[in-house]
C-alpha cells in the first residue's frame, strides 16, 4: 500500500508518518520506482508508535522502547542501565498522566449522575451504528 493508504487505514497524517520515518520509528519498504510502499506489519507499528506518542512519550523514548520489544521477540532482551533510567523517569509521568485522566473521567461520570444525564455514559460507550 501508499503512503496516503496507510494515512488513511491508521488516522496518522502522511506529514508525520514521513517524520516518524525520520526518526527511525518506521522503515517503509521502496518500490522500483522509488515510492514508499507499506505492508500490514507497518500499520501494526505505526498503530503502536501514534499510541505511545499519544501517551505522552517523546519520540526518542519510542525509538528506544520500540528497539527493545524488537530485541525481546528476537531473544535477545536487552536494556543498558542509561536507557533503563529513562524509562523509569518516563513512567513517573506517564501514571501521572493516567492518574489525571483517571479523576476528570471520575468527576465526569459523577457530574452526568447527579444531573441525571447519566443515559449519555451508555450512549457515549455504544458503537456508532453505519447508515
Known amino acids: 500500500m501508499k503512503i496516503g493508504e496507510l494515512a488513511a487505514r491508521t488516522g496518522v497524517t502522511t506529514r508525520l508518518i514521513r517524520y516518524y520515518e525520520q526518526q527511525e520509528l518506521l522503515d517503509a519498504d521502496r518500490a522500483p520506482n522509488g515510492y514508499r510502499t507499506y505492508t ?9 508508535v501514534a499510541g505511545l506518542v499519544q501517551a505522552g512519550i517523546p519520540t526518542r523514548l519510542v525509538k528506544v522502547l520500540l528497539e527493545t520489544e524488537d530485541a525481546a521477540a528476537r531473544a535477545e532482551p536487552t536494556c543498558p ?6 524509562l523509569a523517569t518516563e513512567l513517573v509521568g506517564v501514571q501521572a498522566r493516567i492518574d489525571c485522566l483517571t479523576k476528570s473521567r471520575d468527576a465526569i461520570r459523577s457530574f452526568l449522575t447527579a444531573t441525571q444525564h447519566e443515559v ?8 456508532a451504528v453505519a447508515v
Open 40 to 48: 500490514e506489519a507497518h500499520v501494526e507499528r505505526l498503530g503502536r
Open 120 to 127: 449519555l455514559l451508555r450512549e457515549a460507550q455504544e458503537p
Open 81 to 86: 542501565r542509561e536507557i533503563a533510567e529513562q
